[in-house]
């Protein structure tokens, strides 16, 4: 069975903080996806990655980085938290050629 | 730029009524159109997706029917069911080779009452 597994559901950080945020995918997939989702305003593309250590720009990349030193693994680095990154993170993969993302329960971060 | 228009931002419907959810798009080159379903606590789950060369697409209850002219497309679901209550995604697919994003709508929040 599929499986994106969000590192925690909820997270609270003070404003300044370094969070790290992190995303395990089970499928052997390439492609891997960071989105923030926010009343009123859908699913936003923060970063992707369609291989191990590359990335690209999503929409709204301000603010954030991303890691991926695995295949399985892809983390999204707040480098210094503010309030306006207070959100619902979710992490999504799919497979290489294939449309369909498979995403994660989401982790909902509050920061202070 | 908003790629993609969703509503209505909110529904309410009676159970065993038709639940509509309309799409509109400005740019030509996508060429996949899948509508996402989010329960409360959980992460969105492909519900059913069209590409451009069908008109019609039907899985059980859930419809979507596509207007590439008008560059709209809409998710039918029939006989909703409370179990329906959730958060509708469209989306799109920015056609090529190599192209793996997809644009997503606002969101529309569907409630079915008994």
């Known amino acids: 069975d599929v499986k994106v597994t969000q590192s925690s559901r909820y997270l609270v950080k003070r404003t300044g903080e370094k969070v790290f945020l992190e995303c395990v995918q089970d499928m052997d997939h390439e492609n891997m996806f960071w989105y923030r989702q926010d009343p009123g305003l859908g699913l936003r593309l923060i970063y992707f990655s369609y291989d191990v250590k590359m990335k690209e720009k999503g929409d709204i990349p301000e603010g954030y980085s991303v890691s991926r030193e695995k295949k399985e693994r892809f983390s999204l680095i707040l480098e210094s938290a503010s309030t306006n990154q207070t959100s619902m993170y979710l992490c999504?993969?799919?497979?290489?050629?294939?449309?369909?993302?498979?995403f994660g329960a989401g982790t909902r971060l509050s920061v202070l | 730029q908003q790629q993609v228009k969703q509503s209505p931002q909110s529904l309410i419907v009676q159970k065993g009524g038709i639940s509509i959810i309309n799409c509109a798009y400005e740019n030509t080159a996508f060429d996949y159109f899948p509508w996402y379903q989010q329960f409360p606590g959980k992460g969105p789950a492909l519900l059913i997706a069209?590409?451009?060369?069908?008109s019609e697409k039907k899985e059980g209850r859930f419809t979507i029917s596509f207007n590439k002219s008008a560059k709209q497309f809409s998710l039918h679901i029939m006989d909703s069911q409370p179990g329906d209550s959730a958060t509708y995604f469209c989306a799109l697919r920015q056609g090529g080779a190599g192209s793996y994003q997809l644009t997503f709508g606002k969101g529309t929040k569907l409630s079915v009452i008994p």
């Open positions: 999504a993969s799919s497979l290489l050629g294939n449309n369909i993302q498979y």
């Open positions: 069209i590409r451009p060369d069908v």
